[in-house]
């Protein structure tokens, strides 16, 4: 096993188990506490996170259901990889939204304060233009009007100089998170890698492995039930079966024909045109050359 193979089982763990926690939380804040089902204490929020914990767990179960069956039955790899494909999906933008959630509630604060520093800025210009307007009918009003006049002037001033120490006050915060705009990224990012450790250690668990030994032919031979004379193509396949089964990689097709006409196979064909068959050898030398 390689070290990047055995690194690949705990750093699959470990997103795994991050991408089904983020994806839960982000389901759980869809649903509600409306029962699903009639006559089940079961909430809408309930459905939604165990709906997103099976996903994920079984997006992780796909790969190895689509590595266990891609030699053996082909219709099986294809659904998985189809399952593979819709849990995908819907972990991503599990995750994605989770993320982007977390976002709005980090910027929600600088969000108000500019919120309420361009609504005292637009106060403040509407009470000047006012103010301006206020001391020009000073200047055309009589002697009655001037005092009603000063006592709106004097009182719009005093909540113009309140409202410049409210705008001293409120800055507006500069910080932007980093993860801003970068939710589809880093959700893709994370399932990319999710994907890849697990692939690689399911994969290294059911891909075949070459061993310095390659008279594989004689083992299979060794254990393989006494029988009657076989077709060559029924043999091949019994043998490669048994390589599967044992990790090994079986040789070319002709090459094991060569191989069991060296171990004391006896050839022929049944009739003219007949099938090609061996009948296979099993004494104590054969054995003996396995072990």
């Not at 296979?280 to 030398?285: E, G, Q």
Request: net charge positive; proline share 5%.
């Amino acid at each position: 096993m390689k070290p990047w193979q055995l690194l690949a089982l705990p750093s699959g763990l470990i997103i795994a188990v991050v991408m089904a926690l983020a994806s839960v939380s982000y389901n759980a804040t869809l649903g509600t506490n409306e029962p699903a089902f009639a006559h089940l204490p079961v909430t809408n929020t309930m459905v939604l996170s165990a709906l997103a914990l099976a996903l994920d767990l079984g997006m992780v179960a796909s790969v190895f259901g689509a590595l266990h069956w891609r030699n053996r039955c082909i219709p099986a790899a294809v659904i998985c990889v189809v399952l593979f494909a819709i849990a995908s999906l819907f972990s991503v933008h599990s995750v994605r939204g989770y993320i982007a959630l977390n976002i709005t509630k980090t910027d929600a604060p600088r969000q108000r304060t500019q919120d309420l520093y361009a609504s005292l800025k637009r106060g403040l210009q509407q009470d000047q233009d006012h103010l301006a307007a206020l001391r020009v009918a000073l200047i055309k009003a009589n002697r009655h009007e001037r005092k009603r006049l000063d006592r709106r002037i004097s009182t719009l001033s005093d909540k113009i100089t309140a409202t410049r120490s409210q705008l001293t006050e409120t800055v507006p915060s500069q910080h932007i998170s980093p993860m801003s705009g970068w939710e589809w990224y880093l959700a893709i990012t994370l399932w990319f890698f999710n994907a890849s450790c697990w692939g690689a250690w399911f994969g290294y668990q059911n891909n075949p492995i070459a061993h310095s030994d390659s008279d594989s032919v004689s083992q299979w031979l060794s254990v393989k039930s006494p029988s009657e004379p076989e077709h060559c193509l029924e043999l091949y396949t019994q043998y490669s079966d048994w390589c599967t089964d044992h990790r090994r990689l079986p040789i070319a097709q002709y090459s094991f024909y060569a191989r069991l006409i060296e171990l004391g196979a006896r050839k022929f064909r049944e009739g003219r045109n007949g099938p090609t068959k061996y009948e296979l050898p099993y004494t104590s030398t054969t054995h003996a050359v396995a072990k």
